[in-house]
């Protein structure tokens, strides 16, 4: 079964940093895109960035991009997210999701998200 | 990025047939046959239930269906059950490499 865990959210101040991390398990990690998906107490789901298989290539929402830092480590089977300058609209929970491996796209795989709040 | 468009709520009795529409852009939905649905229940993580407009994942239920007209694609439940009672997002690969959520969608079984 593949399974997703996310770790790392946590309290922190804005303009503080964190680093999220999402494990992956019962899958070849180093075949897959990842991302991550945000969705903010009582509200919607955001796109917030993705990667591809090999990790060079990085996609940012316009509301991160220049914050927040994607990255994998294919031999850890891990994917990270780096986060910067956070603001209050950051909090959120976040998932890490996988995408299929070939043809179409979608998230088919999701962690069971970690919590960030962003808060003085 | 602006979020697809998806109505607040929907609902319907059990056994009855509703349709949850997502209208995007020539950018998004218009542009490609890369659209997805989630269903999440409260306090889990989302869950694919269609891909590529109108594909389901291997165990979802033939009760779930999908499809797209120009810029607006639809999620079709057949056969309203009580578990069907959640949220459901819509979701679409962009012209610009990214990916945008619709709002969401509270569906209530009455």
């Known amino acids: 079964e593949v399974q997703l865990v996310e770790s790392g959210g946590g309290l922190v101040q804005p303009g503080g940093s964190l680093r999220l991390s999402c494990v992956g398990s019962?899958?070849?990690?180093?075949?897959?895109?990842m991302g991550w998906v945000r969705q903010a107490p009582g509200k919607g789901l955001e796109w917030v960035s993705a990667?591809?298989?090999?990790?060079?290539?990085?996609y940012y929402a316009d509301s991160v991009r220049g914050r927040f830092t994607i990255s994998r480590d294919n031999s850890k089977n891990t994917m990270y997210l780096q986060m910067y300058s956070l603001r209050a609209e950051d909090t959120a929970v976040y998932y890490c999701?996988?995408?299929?491996?070939?043809?179409?796209?979608?998230?088919?795989?999701w962690g069971q998200g970690t919590m960030v709040t962003v808060s003085s | 990025q602006s979020a697809l468009t998806q109505p607040a709520s929907v609902s319907g009795s059990p056994g009855q047939s509703i349709t949850i529409s997502c209208t995007g852009t020539?950018?998004?939905?218009?542009?490609?046959?890369?659209v997805s649905w989630y269903q999440q229940h409260p306090g889990k993580a989302p869950k694919l239930i269609i891909y590529?407009?109108?594909d389901r994942p291997s165990g979802v239920s033939h009760r779930f269906s999908g499809s797209k007209s120009g810029n607006t694609a639809s999620l079709i439940i057949s056969g309203l059950q009580a578990e069907d009672e959640a949220d459901y997002y819509c979701?679409?690969?962009?012209?610009?490499?990214?990916?945008?959520f619709g709002g969401g969608t509270k569906v209530t079984v009455l």
């Open positions: 019962g899958l070849t990690f180093r075949d897959y895109a």
């Open positions: 020539s950018s998004d939905v218009g542009d490609y046959d890369f």
């Open positions: 990667i591809n298989a090999g990790g060079g290539s990085t």
């Open positions: 590529d407009v109108s």
């Open positions: 999701a996988k995408r299929p491996g070939s043809g179409g796209d979608a998230f088919d795989v």
């Open positions: 979701s679409s690969y962009t012209r610009s490499s990214t990916w945008v």
